[in-house]
C-alpha cells in the first residue's frame, strides 16, 4: 500500500531557529514528490516538486531534498520566521497515475 | 489573478439535504479533483476529473456526486448528507495529471461543512 509518513507531527521552535521536517514514502513506482505549506483556514500552496533525478531545490529559506534510494525527503527551514507557523504537507506522485498520496503533515509554530 | 474558488467557505446542513458546494478555476487547467480534510487522516481525494466529461473515484467516494461539463467547473455534491461527511473540503485544480506534468495543485481555500 503507497503510504507517506512525516515526522515529527508538531512542533515548536523559536523565531530566528532553523529545522527539518521528514518525510518517509513507500509509493511506488516514485514519479514526484511536493512540499506545500497549509496555513490555518487556508488551502495547502506548493513550495517544492521534485522528480526522481533531483536531490535539492530550495524556494527561498525553504530548502527540500530528496533521497530516492531511501524513499525519504525533508524539508528544511533556515531563520523561521513567525508567518512560516502552519502544517507542511508532504505529497508523492506514483508513475502513471493520476492519484497522489498525502501525508498527515507537520504543524509547525513559530514563537517570539 | 489565477486563483480557484470554493463556495461556500461555510455550510451548515442538516441530514438529507442535498447540497452542493461549487468549484471554479481561471487557469484553463485540465485536472481538477476534490479532497476532504478530517484531523489525523489528512487529504484524501474523493474524486477527480481528468478534463471536460471524465470523471473517476478517488480514495473515499461514497456519498458524493461530481459533474466537469465545462473545463472550468467542477461542483461536488453530496445528495443525501450524514453527520460523517462532517468536514473540512478543498477543490484543486492543476495544468495536467500530477504524474504526467509534474505541475502543482492549485487548492481553493476550502469549505467548512457540518451536518447535523
Known amino acids: 500500500k503507497n503510504q507517506v509518513e512525516q515526522s515529527p507531527q508538531s512542533l515548536i521552535i523559536l523565531e530566528g531557529k532553523n529545522c527539518t521536517l521528514q518525510c518517509n514514502y513507500t509509493v511506488s513506482p516514485f514519479s514526484n514528490l511536493r512540499w506545500y505549506k497549509q496555513d490555518t483556514g487556508r488551502g495547502p500552496v506548493s513550495l517544492t516538486i521534485?522528480?526522481?533525478?533531483?536531490n535539492t531545490k530550495s524556494n527561498g529559506r525553504y530548502t527540500a531534498t530528496l533521497d530516492a534510494d531511501t524513499k525519504q525527503s525533508s524539508l528544511h527551514i533556515t531563520a523561521s520566521q513567525l508567518s512560516d507557523s502552519a502544517s507542511y504537507i508532504c505529497v508523492v506522485s506514483v508513475r502513471g497515475y493520476q492519484k497522489v498520496t498525502f501525508g498527515i503533515g507537520t504543524k509547525l509554530q513559530v514563537i517570539p | 489573478e489565477a486563483q480557484v474558488t470554493q463556495n461556500p467557505r461555510y455550510l451548515i446542513t442538516v441530514t438529507g439535504k442535498k447540497l452542493t458546494v461549487t468549484c471554479s478555476q481561471n487557469?484553463?487547467?485540465?485536472?481538477m479533483s476534490w479532497y476532504r480534510q478530517d484531523p489525523g487522516l489528512g487529504l484524501r481525494q474523493i474524486y477527480y476529473s481528468m478534463n471536460v466529461e471524465v470523471t473517476d473515484k478517488g480514495d473515499v467516494p461514497e456519498g458524493y456526486k461530481v459533474s466537469r461539463k465545462e473545463k472550468r467547473n467542477f461542483p461536488l455534491i453530496l445528495e443525501s448528507p450524514s453527520p460523517n461527511q462532517t468536514s473540512l473540503y478543498f477543490c484543486?485544480?492543476?495544468?495536467?495529471?500530477?504524474?504526467?506534468?509534474?505541475?502543482?495543485?492549485?487548492f481553493g481555500n476550502g469549505t467548512r461543512l457540518t451536518v447535523t
Open positions: 521534485m522528480t526522481f533525478s533531483e
Open positions: 487557469m484553463n487547467h485540465e485536472y
Open positions: 484543486a485544480s492543476s495544468l495536467g495529471t500530477a504524474s504526467l506534468y509534474n505541475s502543482p495543485l492549485h
